[in-house]
């Protein structure tokens, strides 16, 4: 019988997930990982297959928590849901910019397959939500082809806050943002 493990798979995620958003999925190593988590490589690898196995489980952590905010599913569905998803959706905390979400798109090309399917099942969530929400004010426009304008337009911003142009900035493009999209 082997030793109990003395760590929870949530703090894990939480304590690993930072260094996958900071540096990304091919630059992080498994020494910084255990550094991050205080767990080493055979208590990683008894929880976790791999390094990709890892990601995802915190990729899945991460999708999860944004899901409890609820910011797109709050009645009166409308314009205001919207608008409070583009301005407290990318997160703006530390090492932390944008979205991991977002961020993990860059690495497409590399991150595992199961990766691809958690971050689109994700978006085409989010843009049938945001549809709903656009819907419910009877736009002029096709509400499902506003949701991707304003999912694009929520990517871009993600990105942005890596650059860490600011919160006032990026507060004010979306009022302006919002001001548009009303009209269509």
């Excluded at 929880?47 to 990709?52: G, S, T, V």
């Amino acid at each position: 019988m082997g030793r109990p493990k003395n760590f929870s798979r949530e703090e894990v995620l939480e304590k690993a997930m930072p260094v996958f958003w900071k540096h990304g999925f091919a630059d992080t190593s498994l020494q910084e990982l255990e550094r991050a988590t205080g767990v080493n490589k055979s208590g990683l690898y008894t929880e976790f297959r791999d390094k990709e196995d890892l990601f995802v489980a915190c990729l899945r952590h991460y999708l999860e928590s944004q899901e409890k905010r609820g910011f797109l599913t709050r009645e009166p569905l409308g314009w205001k849901n919207v608008e409070t998803f583009l301005k407290n959706g990318p997160l703006n905390k530390g090492e932390q910019q944008g979205c991991f979400s977002v961020n993990s798109m860059r690495e497409f090309a590399i991150l595992p397959d199961e990766a691809y399917g958690v971050v689109t099942e994700n978006r085409a969530l989010l843009q049938r939500l945001l549809a709903m929400n656009i819907e419910a004010e009877k736009p002029k426009m096709a509400a499902s082809a506003i949701a991707e304008m304003v999912l694009s337009y929520f990517s871009g911003l993600c990105i942005e806050r890596n650059l860490k142009s600011g919160k006032a900035s990026s507060t004010r493009k979306i009022e302006n943002f919002m001001t548009a999209l009303r009209n269509l």
